[in-house]
């Protein structure tokens, strides 16, 4: 478990891989983007996008459990924030395998939390060919070392 | 259905309603963002947020779903080229209802690809009590009236 002490700017972290398959576009979308380029593949081929492809909060998603399992383990977990920005510069398709790194960009004092800091951080996602399907820069709170017994004690401040 | 010619800067448009449950908010989780927060009420209690919370993402998601469904309806749907910023200014707890309105910030014409404008929009989401629980800024790709008809022809160029 990493406190805001043992990061430092410039240090990178990977992720394992996840498969991303037709049926999970499709139950994605269902739920929550439900539009033709992401739930039916004839459909999509009329579309902008030319044939069926993963919404870009679905490629959020597993991003983030990839973050959750990966090597950066952050002391109290992953609290976002805020996202500073996301890109997606290419769709991913239906049989991708997409796996990300994140670089530390930045670290600060919390004003508000003094026993807490924020730390930017950009985390790529690629596909299985090292195409960069997103980019995502976004802020996260990070605990001091000494203030992991009195987290308990700050409920509901964040 | 609203083509680029049809929009304003200013103009704004509402969604629906959604209620997110307990039971929601804990199998987006183990999906997509499997943190103690989020998956389990008791350990919430010890986390920074001292209560079962939803994910961000949960958010982002459901809030998509409401604006694919609700009142802008854009001319080949709703594609995001990508995201400003996105902040949770408070958590969305079992039980909420949220909704959403966007507001068209600005219209520009796409350097790349004639046929098409980019529309930078901000989407609000309010929780039951009309408390602000997330704010997002995105760029859409809406296509120009004219182009109706030969968006078959650029597959896969976005």
């Known amino acids: 478990m990493r406190y805001l002490e043992d990061l430092a700017v410039g240090a990178t972290f990977r992720t394992g891989a996840a498969m991303i398959t037709e049926q999970d576009i499709i139950a994605f979308a269902q739920q929550f983007d439900p539009q033709p380029f992401h739930l039916d ?9 030319g044939a069926l492809v993963a919404s870009g909060w679905h490629t959020v998603g597993v991003t983030m459990r990839l973050l959750v ?19 997606w510069p ?21 004003r508000s939390r003094p026993n807490f800091g924020i730390v ?3 985390s790529i996602t690629y ?11 976004s802020n996260q709170l990070v605990p001091r070392r000494d203030t992991g017994e009195i987290l308990a004690d700050r409920k509901g401040q964040v």
């Open 120 to 122: 930017s951080v950009r």
């Open 41 to 49: 593949s004839t459909q999509a081929q009329a579309s902008v996008f």
């Open 69 to 87: 399992e990966g090597d950066l383990q952050l002391a109290g977990g992953l609290v976002g924030l805020g996202i500073d920005s996301i890109q």
């Open 90 to 110: 290419r769709p991913v398709y239906p049989g991708d395998e997409i796996s990300a790194t994140t670089e530390i960009l930045a670290i600060r004092s919390s």
């Open 127 to 137: 596909n299985q060919r090292g195409e960069e399907v997103q980019i995502m820069i």
